[in-house]
């Protein structure tokens, strides 16, 4: 309505300031997907810059379309007779923690697939093109699968001058399920020592909620309905949390009537068929909010939990959003406060999962 | 003269009058102060309450049905033509059964006149365009027309006072 | 037809009910339609940082096309009330055109290779303050 557009071209107005109660929003192209950054304070124009350049440096180093990147590198020189390469601390620490993670999650969670990513066509091109994707047959897959092996990639050195290497010849690293995570973590110091009190970091459907709403609520993050990604089935009340979710939805293909999904299951080299249309996973660490997220999918729900009993206090902690594929939706108790639940018009139905 | 002549020429005379009153009214569009589409006096609307009141309710009709053509066939605008129909149409009705209770004055038929043409131009827009989105305008329309409806209730009290009774038709 | 309504000069109880009924309406019409997500919409068409074009989808009329002038891979776009979607692209991924309408505050569809970003927002304060998914 024509009295309405006034109103709306003076928000644009007000997009240009930034103060405790208006946001700066910066959006912006990195590691293959959109990311948009919302902040308040009253630095928030500085402080996204830097947030831009700091992202922009980190797939420098990570992305594996970067023939110069760490990773790259890395790749380049698996089972050469010197491979060792060295690596930015970042990259270093961030190999390590994922390989610990992998561990902790027994192998569901392995950045060493990258081979049988590309295999799949999940791997390689900055644009997935759908002609890219094929399925592999099964002897190709066997003679991929002794090379996923996080126990054959080897960070030693110092935390300042790391180096990084594989151990054979044709494996390869993709970090696609740590790295937005890791950036989280490592935006959020440089973040709040620009002043920014407030934010929320959308990377590419990671999302992290840094401090409160500024007035003084818990951030109101919306989980997405696999079953229509157009909509939301709960709501979450989080404050310096990290949500990253997985899903057979965000990006697949058909092949002869069998749909195909991008979480691979480093055991067999197949999308991992565990009984989940999602997983969303919940910490103040966001690595491992990302990387579970993908390995709690791959793991299914029963085994998700008991990783949460066992290991979900230790540490940043963490929590799970489990939603099956039968529409039950299984939420641990960390996540019960604040929590909204809509899905029931959509036919889900929930319980508190308790240790 | 004879008495069918003497109402179709009257008939003939009023069907003028409307449409160059709905001609000279869309000349000044009140659009241009308050946005909403399809808003104006409704003058045209005197001269349906005029005929309700002083004539029959079938010769009100007749001159309604044929200002809409002869407006649409003059503006070149067919599709102007369902919504007018109806506009037209859903005041008449409404104004003939007010007419017809004994409580009401001239502003109340006319308000009322007025809110059921809009109704009715909404409801055609609906069902051309397909989509019930333009449903949204029909409550700012609803508010506006009880003040054009009072406009036009004042104006039609006025002419059905002071223009002579048809000499055939001595209420 | 001969009718008292013809012989008053003055507006009657009646006619204030008539009034009533009229304001009564609107108002009811005013609550149904509240501004919602959705009752306001508009779609945001970025492309590459810039705002090339915004729609206000609940105020259309009818089917809209446009071409998005300037991008990298050809791209249409087709607005119609209330949703938007990405009606063709020369993009090779096509990703974009598989996300089909969105009608929904919040909603957003991403053509990368573009670096097109179409997004929908509602008038009044969203209920969530991102999505994750």
């Known amino acids: 309505m024509k009295r309405l557009l006034p109103l709306f071209l003076s928000l644009f107005l007000l997009a240009g300031c930034s103060g405790a109660d208006t946001p700066v929003t910066q959006q912006l192209f990195a590691m293959n997907t959109t990311m948009t950054l919302t902040l308040y304070g009253s630095r928030a124009s500085d402080a996204a810059l830097s947030a831009q350049q700091a992202i922009n440096r980190l797939d420098g180093l990570w992305s594996r379309t970067k023939a110069s990147s760490d990773v790259s590198r890395l790749n380049a020189t698996a089972g050469d007779p010197a491979p060792e390469t060295e690596v930015a601390p970042e990259t270093g620490a961030l190999l390590s923690r994922a390989r610990e993670l992998g561990a902790l999650t027994g192998g569901a969670l392995d950045i060493t697939i990258a081979p049988i990513m590309d295999a799949w066509g999940f791997g390689t091109t900055s644009v997935f093109q759908e002609s890219d994707f094929r399925v592999p047959s099964r002897t190709e897959l066997d003679a991929l699968l002794p090379l996923v092996d996080s126990g054959r990639l080897h960070v030693s050195g110092s935390a300042e001058a790391p180096l990084a290497w594989l151990d054979g010849p044709g494996m390869a690293v993709d970090l696609g399920a740590v790295a937005k995570g890791r950036a989280a973590d490592l935006l959020v110091p440089l973040l709040t020592d620009s002043g920014v009190t407030s934010a929320i970091l959308d990377l590419g459907g990671n999302l992290t909620a840094l401090g409160t709403r500024p007035d003084g609520t818990p951030w109101r993050i919306g989980v997405k309905d696999p079953r229509n990604t157009e909509t939301y089935f709960c709501i979450l009340s989080l404050s310096d949390k990290t949500c990253s979710t997985s899903g057979s939805y965000e990006r697949k293909f058909e092949v002869d009537g069998t749909t195909y999904h991008h979480i691979l299951d480093p055991a067999t080299g197949y999308p991992a068929e565990s009984g989940l249309l999602s997983v969303t996973a919940v910490s103040s660490d966001g690595m491992l909010a990302d990387g579970l997220s993908t390995a709690c999918y791959v793991m299914g729900a029963e085994q998700s939990v008991r990783l949460w009993r066992e290991h979900g206090l230790e540490g940043a902690g963490f929590d799970l959003v489990l939603v099956r594929e039968d529409g039950s939706v299984w939420i641990t108790e960390g996540l019960e406060d604040g929590l909204d639940f809509r899905g029931e018009e959509a036919g889900y139905t929930y319980e508190i999962i308790r240790r | ?171 | 037809m001969r009718s008292s309504a013809a012989e008053r000069t003055r507006p009657t109880f009646w006619d204030a009910l008539v009034v009533l009924a009229v304001l009564a309406a609107a108002g009811s019409l005013l609550f149904l339609f509240r501004p919602r997500s959705g009752n306001f919409l508009t779609a945001r068409i970025v492309l590459d940082h810039e705002l090339v074009a915004e729609i206000e989808l609940t105020a259309l009329t009818g089917p809209v096309t446009l071409e998005v002038p300037g991008a990298p891979y050809p791209i249409t776009v087709e607005a119609e009330p209330g949703r938007i979607r990405i009606a063709h692209s020369g993009c090779p991924n096509q990703d974009c055109v598989h996300t089909g309408w969105v009608s929904r505050s919040g909603g957003q569809i991403v053509c990368l290779p573009n670096r097109l970003v179409i997004s929908v927002s509602g008038s009044n304060a969203p209920e969530v303050d991102g999505i994750t998914g």
């Open chain 2, 1 to 171: 003269m004879n008495h069918s002549v003497r109402r179709l020429t009257r008939c003939a005379v009023l069907t003028a009058l409307a449409l160059a009153i709905s001609v000279c009214e869309g000349l000044v569009p009140l659009t241009v102060l308050i946005p909403l589409p399809g808003l104006r006096l409704g003058l045209a609307n005197l001269v349906t309450v005029y005929a309700l009141c002083i004539l029959s309710s079938r010769e009100a009709l007749a001159i309604l049905v044929s200002r809409c053509l002869l407006s649409a066939l003059v503006g070149g605008n067919l599709t102007a033509l369902a919504f007018s129909l109806t506009g037209g149409v859903f005041a008449l009705l409404t104004m003939w059964a007010l007419l017809h209770f004994r409580g009401f004055s001239l502003f109340g038929v006319c308000i009322a006149g007025a809110a059921a043409h809009n109704a009715g131009q909404i409801l055609a827009a609906i069902a051309v365009l397909g989509s019930p989105a333009i449903a949204v305008y029909l409550a700012p329309l609803l508010l506006a027309s009880v003040a054009t409806g009072a406009v036009t209730g004042a104006a039609s009290i006025l002419l059905v006072r002071r223009i002579p009774r048809p000499a055939d038709r001595k209420s």
